[in-house]
């Protein structure tokens, strides 16, 4: 990457920032070489002695200060080169996380090189606090009241990748009567669902083995019977010792609207497969039509041709099809 | 399932997870797309023009950075910041992003809806 590349130079340049650092860099000692007002050989001795040290003092200092001019100019070279990859970049759907950071790592190098006092006098607006994202309108966390927990301190602790699965088959998505007969939570997969289930852990373990590097998986499941089902298959699929540890979490179970609570008849849950902003007929299909896959599928395209329907029956299915399983 | 998501990225950023570890949740249609719709911001519209995904298929959230970037980008030392770093005031979820096989996966879903906008 182009902005990689520009702060690395800027790294390498000698003195960088650490020379930068020390910018208050004072020239001459405090002390500096007075002649005694009484004249003696050994004074005179001690003089001379001082005078070389001053002298080399003041050779380090300007051989500081010629660094720190060098490691200046090359930060202010890093920071245009910045900019410009930043800008060039700007129409690019991805990352703006970091093209955020590169703008505040090119600020940082302007002001390094000293650029920022010398703009602001030749008349461009200065940032008021380049570092602080909601002057720009955007997120900064540092002011985020969930700061500490929001942004990761350290990047080694996030997880290389999260893969959210969907259950596999279950017995209710071939048969809604399922429901009638099995409560929700122990709805079993079907036949068809085992295998999809082992076929998702083989995808899964094939995913992670691209990298040619180790990995460990933490498994979360919903303690849904036919969570747990495919849950266990996919863990099935990994050596032992690769899944460190798998968790039921009750949060992962269906999302349920309020009218799904308890009383809703099997009947009138709506397919799982379909959009429910495209459902507006579903509540009047019942138990005859939800049997069959035909049935179901001439449903979809029906669902499909009112997709238009106005605002006002839309949300009034989405909240009768929260019951969606 | 906003409050699982506060807890994992809670969890994440305490550690809970040794270096290497990748997360698979097996959960539900309705439940997945939740997530999604908390994790990159989707509005309600975005949410309703997706689809749930097919029984059983990976939907894969991919991180974005590497821990061991270069220095001097994300001023962090072997991916630790400092207290002032610049990439520290991104969220975590915002070091993510849907793989694109798994866009795909989700009918209904757009690019725009792959990263927190």
Request: hydrophobic share 45%; charged share 20%.
């Amino acid at each position: 990457m182009r902005v990689g590349a520009a702060v690395q130079a800027t790294a390498a340049a000698p003195g960088g920032r650490g020379a930068s650092a020390k910018r208050p860099c004072r020239r001459a000692p405090a002390r500096a070489p007075t002649t005694a007002p009484r004249s003696t050989a050994r004074d005179a001795a001690a003089s001379a002695s001082l005078d070389g040290r001053v002298a080399a003092l003041l050779a380090r200092a300007d051989a500081a200060l010629a660094a720190q001019e060098a490691a200046a100019a090359a930060a202010a070279a890093a920071a245009a080169d910045l900019r410009a990859a930043v800008a060039a970049a700007g129409g690019a759907p991805l990352p703006p996380a970091s093209l955020t950071a590169a703008a505040d790592v090119a600020d940082r190098l302007e002001r390094a090189a000293g650029i920022g006092a010398s703009t602001a006098a030749a008349g461009r607006v200065p940032s008021s606090s380049p570092r602080d994202a909601r002057a720009r309108g955007e997120f900064d966390a540092r002011f985020h009241s969930t700061s500490t927990a929001a942004t990761p301190r350290d990047l080694r602790v996030l997880p290389r990748r999260i893969v959210l699965v969907r259950h596999a088959e279950s017995q209710g998505n071939v048969d809604e009567m399922a429901y009638t007969i099995v409560p929700d939570p122990q709805v079993p997969l079907t036949e068809r669902g085992e295998s999809q289930a082992r076929a998702a852990g083989d995808a899964v373990r094939t995913l992670f083995e691209a990298d040619h590097s180790p990995y460990r998986l933490h498994v979360y499941m919903s303690p849904y019977k036919r969570s747990a089902q495919t849950a266990a298959a996919i863990a099935a699929a990994f050596p032992p010792g690769v899944v460190v540890r798998s968790q039921e979490d009750v949060q992962l179970r269906e999302v349920r609207g309020g009218e799904g609570w308890g009383g809703g008849r099997a009947g009138e849950r709506p397919s799982a497969d379909v959009n429910p902003t495209l459902s507006p007929s579903l509540h009047s299909k019942t138990l005859a039509t939800s049997r069959t896959r035909p049935a179901r599928n001439a449903r979809k395209r029906n669902a499909c041709a009112l997709a238009a329907s106005s605002t006002a029956s839309r949300t009034e299915n989405r909240a009768r099809t929260c019951t969606t399983a | 399932m906003t409050l699982f998501e506060d807890h994992l990225v809670r969890d994440i950023n305490a550690g809970r997870f040794g270096p290497g570890t990748s997360l698979v949740l097996v959960t539900h249609g309705l439940a997945l797309r939740i997530f999604l719709m908390r994790w990159f911001h989707w509005s309600v519209s975005d949410f309703l023009q997706c689809y749930n995904p097919p029984n059983a298929a990976p939907v894969v959230l991919e991180r974005t950075i590497s821990p061991i970037a270069p220095d001097g980008v994300f001023d962090s030392v072997d991916g630790v910041f400092a207290d002032d770093a610049a990439a520290v005031r991104v969220h975590t979820k915002a070091l993510y992003r849907l793989a694109p096989a798994s866009m795909a996966v989700l009918k209904g879903c757009t690019e725009r809806m792959c990263y927190v906008g």
